[in-house]
Every structure is written in C-alpha cells, then in structure tokens.
C-alpha cells in the first residue's frame, strides 16, 4: 500500500480532508468521471478522517497493487467508497507509467497542499515500485 503521511504543524486541531484528484495512464485521463474521489484514511472508518493535535500525523491510503505477477496486474486506487483500478500491464505489454494528483484541504478554509506522483517500476522497492515526486503538476 503506498501511504501519504499528513501532519499538523499548526497550533489548533486539524481534521484534513483528502481527495485523489486526477489519474492518468501513459498521459491520459482514467476514470475522469470519478474524480475527486475522497480518499480512505488509515485505522480509520470510512468518511471519517483524524483529529490531528500539534504536531500528530496520520496516513491517507493512496494506492496498492493487485495481480502482481499475472496479466491481471491493477493499481488499486483507495476511495473512500468506489475504488477505481487502473491496469498496469494492458494487453501484457509494457507496464503503463500511472500518475495521479492529491490534495489534502482544511475544510472551511482556503489553505490545501498537493502532491503529484509517477509509479515507478523498481525491482528493489517491496511493491515493485516506488512513487517519483511530480512537483511541475503540484499546484
């Protein structure tokens, strides 16, 4: 499962909000329909999200794989209720480059960051891959 860590480095409590905002497969839009998907929290029920103190950190679940080894091969993306999958080796060719955008808001504010990552096939990582920033498509 491929986690984002968020941590409250204000003074107040901080209940986040986290939303997947776009995917894209070999640079095109997947599932466009869904997007923004609410994103599940770690050890958390679902539509709920942490009440974080000063300097406490949570996890959003962002991804995981499925189907390793066969044809079948999916990225699974965590949604809060429907749970998109995107193939990772159509057709058992290549394996597709999976990117996708997040962005974790404070409700009742203006305030948001987001982060971009590319899946990254890498033998040595436990997954088989490991995320790459994208900083150029962070707004």
């Not at 869904?34 to 999200?49: A, V």
């Not at 080894?69 to 809060?80: L, S």
């Not at 404070?106 to 960051?113: A, E, L, N, S």
């Amino acid at each position: 499962m491929f986690r984002l860590q968020v941590r409250n480095n204000g003074d107040g409590i901080l209940v986040p909000r986290a939303t997947l905002l776009w995917i894209e497969r070999d640079g095109v839009p997947d599932h466009p329909s869904w997007m923004p998907l609410e994103l599940r929290w770690t050890h958390h029920l679902p539509q709920g999200s942490p009440a974080l103190s000063w300097n406490e950190a949570a996890n959003v679940d962002i991804c995981k794989f499925q189907e390793r080894g066969t044809a079948a091969e999916v990225v699974v993306f965590a949604g809060d209720i429907w749970v998109p999958h995107v193939a990772l080796r159509p057709l058992q060719r290549d394996y597709s480059v999976i990117s996708f955008g997040v962005r974790v808001t404070i409700p009742g504010t203006r305030k948001f960051t987001e982060r971009a990552f590319s899946l990254e096939p890498d033998q040595t990582s436990p997954l088989g891959f490991r995320p790459v920033r994208l900083k150029r498509r962070e707004k």
